[in-house]
């Protein structure tokens, strides 16, 4: 057992990312046969997330402010600080703050065989389909 390092908080890229978003590693996979990747994100107002899927899912744990999510068929859910949100492997989705408060989510992703098909970016939420609800 050991205590594992902090690791800086890192603004995410806005080549994925529509405004201001942080993350800071909870856990990372360092071996070969480690998987899970877990990591609180914090999303100022109206920040979100491009479109984008994980190859085994995803769940969300709120943990501060109200937080959306979408899927292509245009629901949009919110969801509060002890809401979990799963998004099923393969699901196209977005996720963000409100407009007008911060939101925090932890992030838990369970890594594909090779780490960089765990997670596919698309293109980045319009205005219109951030504002559907």
Not at 28 to 56: C, I, N, Y
Not at 107 to 118: G, H, K, L, R, V
Request: glycine content about 8%.
């Amino acid at each position: 057992m050991h205590i594992e390092p902090r690791t800086p908080t890192v603004k995410n890229p806005p080549e994925q990312f529509t405004g201001d978003v942080w993350l800071d590693v909870i856990a990372a996979p360092k071996e070969g046969d480690q998987r899970m990747f877990a990591g609180l994100v914090r999303f100022a107002p109206g920040a979100r997330t491009a479109w984008h899927s994980h190859a085994r899912g995803q769940f969300l744990r709120i943990t501060e402010g109200t937080a959306l999510c979408g899927t292509r068929d245009g629901t949009v859910v919110e969801a509060r600080p002890g809401d979990t949100i799963y998004t099923p492997p393969g699901e196209e989705h977005w996720h963000g703050a409100t407009a007008d408060c911060f939101m925090s989510h932890i992030a838990m992703i369970e890594n594909a065989d090779d780490p960089a098909t765990s997670t596919t970016w698309l293109e980045h939420v319009t205005d219109a389909e951030y504002s559907r609800r």
